[in-house]
């Protein structure tokens, strides 16, 4: 039991830092679960299907559902861990430069730039999801517009979790917003 929680640790591991998220882990995931005889390609299939219908990143999704095949809980939290190691393991060298440069004039001088940068592809998203959300048909629509002013109005002046703003949103739409 404990060789295949370590085996499970040391797969998800490499998938963590042999891909970039998503759907390219998903040959990767595969390798290692038929390599290992841990499941069928049916089996490995099932999960990834399960993975992409559930909340959450697929590869976190898809490391705690063969975890948990697996070797139950355990399997799951070394394969979570796993996954995690690599983006653990680059903040952490992160923070460690931050702080070692803290007062590098070079550093300075690259967030001077960063973070204006950060700043204005923030905006560009917001732009473009306005573009997206807010039209329909090219037209401006001011159903769209209404309910995002009620949507930002709840969340931030009646303290509304987004999960019930996002469910008034729903009704919403539905009662007004028919066919659009």
Same mark, same amino acid.
């Given at each position: 039991?404990?060789?295949?929680?370590?085996? @499970?640790?040391?797969?998800?591991?490499?998938?963590?830092?042999?891909?970039? $998220?998503? =759907?390219?882990?998903?040959? /990767?995931?595969?390798?290692?679960?038929?390599?290992?005889?841990?499941?069928?390609?049916?089996?490995?299939?099932?999960?990834?299907?399960?993975?992409?219908?559930?909340?959450?990143?697929?590869? /976190?999704?898809?490391?705690?559902?063969? $975890?948990?095949?697996?070797?139950?809980?355990?399997?799951?939290?070394?394969?979570?861990? $796993?996954? =995690?190691?690599?983006?653990?393991? %680059?903040?952490?060298?992160?923070?460690?430069?931050?702080?070692?440069?803290?007062?590098?004039?070079?550093?300075?001088? #690259?967030?001077?730039? &960063?973070?204006? &940068?950060?700043?204005?592809?923030?905006?560009?998203? %917001? /732009?473009?999801?306005?573009?997206?959300?807010?039209? &329909?048909?090219?037209?401006?629509?001011?159903?769209?517009?209404?309910? $995002?002013?009620?949507? /930002?109005?709840? @969340? %931030?002046?009646?303290?509304?979790? &987004?999960?019930?703003? #996002?469910?008034?949103?729903?009704?919403?739409?539905?009662?007004?917003?028919?066919?659009?």
């Amino acid at each position: 039991m404990i060789t295949t929680i370590l085996q @499970l640790f040391w797969s998800f591991l490499q998938i963590g830092f042999t891909s970039f $998220g998503g =759907l390219s882990m998903i040959p /990767l995931i595969n390798s290692e679960m038929l390599g290992h005889g841990w499941m069928t390609a049916t089996e490995v299939s099932d999960i990834v299907a399960i993975a992409e219908m559930t909340p959450g990143p697929l590869g /976190l999704n898809c490391a705690t559902f063969a $975890g948990i095949r697996v070797a139950g809980i355990p399997g799951a939290l070394a394969a979570n861990f $796993g996954m =995690l190691m690599p983006t653990f393991t %680059i903040c952490a060298a992160a923070a460690v430069f931050f702080e070692r440069f803290r007062d590098s004039a070079v550093l300075g001088h #690259i967030m001077t730039t &960063v973070r204006p &940068v950060c700043i204005g592809l923030i905006w560009g998203v %917001i /732009l473009s999801l306005c573009l997206e959300n807010y039209t &329909v048909g090219g037209a401006v629509s001011f159903r769209s517009i209404l309910a $995002g002013v009620l949507g /930002l109005y709840l @969340l %931030i002046f009646r303290k509304w979790s &987004v999960p019930k703003v #996002i469910c008034a949103a729903a009704v919403f739409g539905i009662l007004f917003c028919p066919g659009q």
